[in-house]
């Protein structure tokens, strides 16, 4: 009878606990979906709040836990580095992604932060290698969940981007998907598969991309903001998709429409365990980084936006039931204001010519050392790496100090070395620290510019790619049942997206992770009522005598 007691007070017990926590264990919640905004600055939200109608961002600013004060707590705010931050909960100290591309010297060229010789593409993209996760030094968000439920979980990452796919779809991820640019056209990598879903193929073959061209994109007002007509590329020649659709709302439409089928196909949210999926939308860098973001194109992206995700939510309403889904949404990184803008307010800003930029710091180095040499291999402002053939008898350390050095005599007003972040030798200020978690030891000898406020590389259009707030600031934003909502003015960082996602979920965050779980907006969790054997009802014998 005791016996029979416990067991029946632990059932009990079990079944309160169920009921009162979230667990990834038991697919609760069922889904969790991260919205990611390529290049979408924290002032945004603010600036068009009273403009955006119910559904869309309003789910998160009114009905969810919206951090206000998120920044980047590093200085190399690019895509790639981005994506992995938010997902590994760690910068590029721990997850090791130091840019978009880097130079590769054993390899004597330029290598992306996906990249990847051993597998190749599938689904198009011609004789182009593949991509992986395999530059990563911290698994994923994704890949705890993995862990955790012995594969059980579903983890999927599509994105316009290869890396803003891969890199959240981390090691284990069941599937990653973007487009090949010149046809539209959902490719992946041999990493994942070896050939497409059929559903992915059947997508492809229906021509979905075609019915976007040829459109004339309006705001609420029927001015005219862009366009779809083919047109010819910045080579001569004819412009793909990502370059004549992705800088317009068009893009995010056709991203939702394959999220809506990657959902449906594959089942997400009815599993035994919980389903990750990560959405980056890329219209926005594609755009910001022409127009700036202070313009009627940029306004128009974000309303066109707010109307897409009240769609893509109903959608989720309808086929989850949004008490299943948990979503998260946040941005890679923010922007610098248009130069030519900036400007006329009398700020310090200023188009920077990389090519001549190049060129004097050449010249510096070549009257330094006496003899005329490609001294810069690769230059993406306001990052450089070094040519070390060009450094013969030098030692890397005294060659990146003599390269910042020059680099500061033209363009910066400041730098940080590979050799001086890799021994740690960073000032104790708030600039060191952005500095420091902005190492990797990937790829060859390199020095980090800190640019001037204000100024960008490139003669036209704006950039990111500064440890300053206007690049470090983005949205972080959480709804769910587990989320109290309201809007929190205690700091936050985009590290802290997925530690405090595996916390509710009850698994390890990700290994290098250095996030805080956001407590201060989790809803107030109703505790297991602990009910003892005495007083459980007392069973009656069964006829034989035995205890039941």
């Known amino acids: 009878m005791k016996f029979s007691r416990l067991i029946s007070a632990a059932l009990l017990f079990a079944l309160v606990a169920t009921e009162a926590f979230s667990s990834a264990y038991n697919a609760r919640p069922r889904l969790v979906v991260i919205i990611v905004i390529d290049q979408f600055r924290g002032d945004y939200l603010e600036r068009y709040r009273d403009q955006f109608a119910e559904g869309g961002f309003r789910l998160f600013l009114d009905h969810g836990a919206y951090f206000s004060d998120c920044n980047y707590d590093y200085a190399n705010t690019r895509t790639a580095p981005g994506h992995a931050t938010l997902i590994t909960g760690s910068y590029s100290s721990g997850h090791g992604i130091v840019a978009n591309e880097w130079w590769e010297p054993a390899k004597k060229k330029r290598v992306t932060s996906v990249e990847d010789d051993t597998t190749k593409l599938v689904g198009g993209g011609g004789d182009e290698p593949g991509a992986s996760p395999h530059n990563l030094t911290s698994d994923t968000l994704g890949d705890e969940m993995k862990l955790a439920t012995g594969g059980k979980a579903r983890v999927f990452g599509i994105s316009l981007k290869d890396r803003a796919a891969v890199l959240p779809a981390g090691f284990s991820g069941d599937g990653a998907y973007w487009i090949d640019h010149q046809s539209g056209d959902w490719i992946t990598s041999t990493y994942y598969r070896q050939d497409l879903p059929e559903w992915v193929t059947k997508f492809n073959a229906s021509h979905r991309a075609q019915k976007y061209l040829n459109k004339e994109w309006k705001d609420s007002e ?44 594959e089942k997400l949210g009815a599993g035994a365990a919980t389903d990750l999926l990560v959405v980056s939308l890329s219209a926005n860098d594609i755009l910001g980084h022409r127009v700036g973001p202070d313009t009627p194109q940029m306004r128009g992206m974000a309303l066109e936006l707010d109307r897409q ?146 100024q960008v590389g490139g003669q036209k259009g704006t950039d990111h790619a500064s440890p300053f707030s206007y690049d470090t600031h983005v949205p972080l934003a959480f709804y769910g049942l587990a989320f109290q909502s309201g809007i929190y003015r205690t700091h936050a960082e985009p590290v802290d997206l997925a530690v405090t996602l595996a916390s509710l979920l009850g698994i390890n965050p990700p290994a290098q992770a250095t996030g805080r779980v956001l407590t201060e907006a989790l809803a107030a969790t109703r505790q297991p009522v602990k009910i003892s054997p005495a007083q459980l009802p007392a069973r009656t014998p069964s006829p034989s005598g035995a205890p039941q």
Do not use: C
């Open 222 to 265: 029927g001015n005219v903001l862009g366009s779809t007509v083919p047109r010819t590329g910045k080579d001569g020649l004819v412009a793909g998709f990502y370059e004549v659709v992705g800088s317009t709302p068009f893009a995010n439409d056709y991203q939702f429409e394959f999220a809506k089928e990657l959902v449906l196909y």
């Open 309 to 454: 995700l009240a769609d893509f939510f109903g959608f989720l309403g309808h086929q989850v039931g949004m008490a299943n889904v948990w979503m998260a949404l946040s941005a890679d990184h923010g922007i610098a204001p248009l130069p030519d803008f900036a400007k006329t307010l009398r700020l310090p800003a200023a188009n920077l010519d990389s090519k001549g930029l190049k060129e004097n710091i050449n010249s510096i180095l070549s009257k330094k050392y006496g003899r005329k040499a490609e001294y810069v291999r690769d230059f993406d402002f306001p990052m450089l790496w070094l040519n070390e053939e060009a450094f013969t008898g030098v030692k890397e350390s005294d060659a990146e100090t003599e390269m910042g050095e020059a680099m500061k005599q033209v363009a910066v007003s400041s730098y940080f070395t590979k050799s001086q972040l890799a021994r740690g030798e960073i000032p104790n200020t708030e600039m060191g620290r952005r500095y420091g978690h902005s190492y990797s030891p990937a790829g060859g000898w390199y020095v980090m510019g800190v640019p001037r406020e204000f």
